[in-house]
């Protein structure tokens, strides 16, 4: 049995309202999956959330679920407009963030340096970044724990990638870069597909975009990876 991850990203998705009604149809049903220790679920949330889901998620610590942000600054506190700072992150009981999720390095230009930086201030804060690849030819930072890699054709398209794909990815990579690194698979999870990736050798778990803004199905992914973990 490996641990597993399960990493939601709802991206820019979810008022107060939506996301408490979210919590409570969830909370009932992640009870039940206490008794499964080795998955590990991170919450990646719009930074308005991170207040009301950090009072939620502590509830939750013995299921180990995590609370993550999507994006920090490249940048310390200080004069820079419109930033969240990794501190500030830290503060509200972050656990983990997202970096370079390909949206951001197309919408927003984040480039290898920025994304750096940004690695740095969050290890820096005591944050565990969650970094995230569109391929083999995007470089990792020093450090980094977490990889999701993400094809880009496979995000919200409803065409993932084949698991054995994936697998060959993820093996390069902890060959590239360390045995120990954690790879994940993101692009079109769904309930049906998720133990395709969680089962094969090199594959640690999971990202879920879309999926994971709809309760049941969130629930039914966690429900097929529990059945096929235990
Ligand atoms: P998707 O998104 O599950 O909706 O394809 C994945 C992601 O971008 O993290």
């Given at each position: 049995m490996k641990k597993l991850f399960i990493v939601a990203n709802w991206k820019c998705n979810k008022t107060m309202g939506e996301a408490e009604e979210w919590l409570d149809e969830v909370q009932t049903d992640l009870a039940n999956l206490s008794n499964l220790t080795n998955l590990e679920i991170v919450l990646c949330v719009p930074f308005t959330l991170l207040p009301l889901l950090s009072a939620k998620v502590s509830k939750l610590k013995s299921l180990k679920v995590k609370l993550g942000a999507q994006d920090v600054s490249p940048?310390?506190?200080?004069?820079?407009?419109g930033e969240i700072s990794a501190r500030m992150l830290k503060d509200l009981g972050v656990e983990d963030v997202m970096i370079g999720h390909s949206e951001r390095r197309k919408y927003f230009h984040e480039d290898e340096a920025m994304l750096e930086n940004k690695v740095r201030e969050a290890q820096d804060a005591g944050l565990r970044p969650i970094f995230c690849v569109r391929g083999l030819m995007d470089s990792v930072p020093a450090g980094v724990e977490i990889i999701l890699y993400e094809p880009m054709t496979a995000i919200g398209s409803g065409q993932a990638e084949s698991a054995e794909e994936v697998n060959e990815v993820a093996r390069k990579l902890k060959e590239k870069l360390d045995d120990n690194v954690v790879v994940l698979y993101g692009g079109s999870v769904v309930p049906k597909n998720v133990n395709n990736f969680c089962q094969e050798e090199f594959i640690d778990g999971v990202g879920i975009g879309g999926?994971?803004?709809?309760v049941e199905k969130f629930l039914q992914i966690l429900n097929q990876v529990q059945n096929d973990n235990s």
């Open positions: 940048f310390p506190d200080g004069a820079y407009t999926a994971s803004l709809d």
